[in-house]
């Protein structure tokens, strides 16, 4: 499967942003799907996940409250809805893939990548 990670940009902080990450190759449904980031200096880390049919999530503790995982099936897209954005949000945001069926929140968990979004979050 091939990712492509869309909308990032620059924001004040309390601002909001809608990420997406299109997928073309096998049949997306088949795919347990991830959000992570990275900032400059900084370990890429967790931010949510979401089953293959998109009952179950997951979040990092640090966006719980403010960031919505979803998947459209159909448009073979999931999305990440970030609100109430905050300076230390700033980073390059990842979109994973795996098969599987159980929620994971390693990157070494995941074998397919998006290429990254950049979010800048302004104070």
């Known amino acids: 499967v091939q990712l492509q990670a869309s909308g990032g940009g620059l924001v004040q902080a309390g601002g909001s942003l809608r990420l997406s990450c299109a997928a073309s190759?096998?049949?997306?449904?088949?795919?347990?799907m991830g959000w992570f980031r990275q900032a400059p200096g900084k370990e890429r880390e967790f931010v949510a996940a979401?089953?293959?049919?998109?009952?179950?999530?997951n979040y990092a503790d640090s966006v719980k409250g403010r960031f919505t995982i979803s998947r459209d099936n159909a448009k073979n897209t999931v999305y990440l809805q970030v609100n109430s954005l905050k300076p230390e949000d700033t980073a390059v945001y990842y979109c994973?893939?795996?098969?599987?069926?159980?929620?994971?929140?390693?990157?070494?968990?995941?074998?397919?990548w998006g290429q990254g979004t950049q979010v800048t979050v302004s104070s």
């Open positions: 979401i089953s293959r049919g998109g009952s179950t999530t």
């Open positions: 190759g096998r049949t997306f449904s088949s795919y347990q």
């Open positions: 994973a893939a795996r098969i599987a069926s159980v929620l994971a929140s390693q990157p070494t968990d995941y074998g397919y």
